[in-house]
C-alpha cells in the first residue's frame, strides 16, 4: 500500500516537474518574442522619425511621390500600433504564465513536502505502542 502511495506521489513530482519546465520554455519564448517586437517597433519608429525629418527638408515633390510617402508613413504607423498592443498582450500573457509558475511551483513543493512525510514514515521503526501507564515487560 504505502509503495503505491510513494508511486503516485512521485508520479505527481514528476508531472509537476515536467509541467514546470513546460511553462519555463513559454515564458522564454514570450519573452524572445517580446523582445523581438520591442526591436522591430523601435526600428518602425526611428525609420518613421527618419522619413519626417527627411521630408521636412526636402523641396516639394510631386504629388504622386508625396502621395507614395504619406501611404508608407501610415503603413508604418499601423504597424508601429499592431506591435505597441501585441507587446502589451505579450507582457500579460508573460505575467500571468510567471504568476502560473509561482503557483504550480507551491504545488510541486507541496507533493515533495508529502514525499518527505512519507519516507520520513517508513524509515521509522515499527515498534508495538503500549498504553501510557502499563508495565511493559
Known sequence: ????ETS?????RLQAIAEKRKRQTEIENKR??????RRQLQ????????ERWLLEGAPSSTA???????????????K???LEENIQRLEKELEQLENGISA?????????????VVVKEEKL??????????AKA
Open 32 to 37: 524572445r518574442q517580446l523582445e523581438d517586437d
Open 125 to 134: 521503526p515499527h515498534t508495538p505502542k503500549t498504553p501510557l501507564g502499563s
Open 64 to 78: 504622386e511621390e508625396g502621395e507614395a510617402t504619406k501611404k508608407l508613413m501610415e503603413e508604418d504607423n499601423l
Open 1 to 4: 500500500m504505502e509503495i503505491i
Open 43 to 50: 526600428h518602425l519608429k526611428s525609420k518613421a522619425l527618419r
Open 8 to 12: 503516485t506521489i512521485q508520479q505527481e
Open 104 to 116: 504550480s511551483s507551491t504545488k510541486e513543493n507541496m507533493a515533495e513536502e508529502t514525499s518527505r
Open 80 to 82: 508601429a500600433k499592431e
